[in-house]
């Protein structure tokens, strides 16, 4: 079993509307949960983090994690053609590990 | 404006001959890691540094190698470069206290 394991899509969502991208992990311990955006050809960026169970929002990106569940998403609202990307997720297993395990990654399409 | 910087950006190399990649951060950050990613694949983490203490994980190849001469420079040294690593190389940072890491702009492998 992959460690974090993503839909690679793609996954196709028209202009305007709600784009929601999903995570699950095996490591129950993992504490800290990171969403990058990775434009082709171009490397990582952050765009949320989140630690507790719950919703974080920041814009128009909602990040949402269920740890009973070993369950991370984000959602994007409001999807733009220039939110598509590929949305890698990153678990930190647990604290002081300094090291992201990373999912292959969601293939996101915004259709105008 | 602090940042993350790669160089080259693109390098081609030929088969057997040795390259090396530098890494430069303006951000001060404790922790410098490298990762290897190829089209369609997770971002595949080298080794890394915690100011100097050096972790190479398990299953990198001893063909590659880092320096890291002070906090602001990381290089990666491909000894004799296969067909096989091709690929993006990504530097990223964080410091000490957080865990967001942020990726510098990569570096394109191409190996004739």
């Known amino acids: 079993q992959k460690e974090v394991e993503q839909n690679s899509g793609p996954l196709s969502v028209p202009e305007g509307a709600i784009a929601s991208l999903n995570c699950t992990y095996s490591d129950r311990g993992s504490q800290s949960f990171f969403w990058y955006r990775q434009y082709s050809g171009k490397s990582p960026e952050l765009i949320m983090f989140?630690?507790?169970?719950g919703d974080k929002e920041d814009g128009r990106f909602t990040a949402q994690l269920n740890k009973a569940s070993q369950y991370v998403s984000l959602l994007i609202r409001d999807s733009q053609p220039s939110d598509s990307a590929t949305y890698l997720c990153?678990?930190?297993?647990?604290?002081?590990?300094?090291?992201?395990?990373f999912g292959t990654g969601t293939r996101l399409t915004i259709i105008p | 404006d602090a940042m993350v910087i790669q160089n080259p950006r693109y390098q081609v190399t030929q088969f057997g001959k040795p390259v090396t990649l530098s890494c430069s951060q303006t951000l001060n950050h404790n922790v410098m890691y490298w990762y290897q990613q190829k089209s369609s694949q997770a971002p595949k983490l080298l080794f890394h540094y915690y100011d100097k203490d050096f972790n190479n994980e398990a299953d990198t190849p001893d063909n590659f190698q880092s320096r890291r001469p002070n906090t602001s420079f990381c290089f990666l040294d491909i000894r004799s470069p296969g067909l096989g690593d091709a690929a993006m190389y990504l530097c990223a940072t964080r410091t000490g206290q957080t865990l967001e890491q942020f990726f510098g702009p990569g570096t394109r492998l191409t190996v004739l």
């Open positions: 989140i630690y507790s169970n």
């Open positions: 990153a678990v930190e297993p647990n604290f002081g590990n300094e090291k992201l395990t």
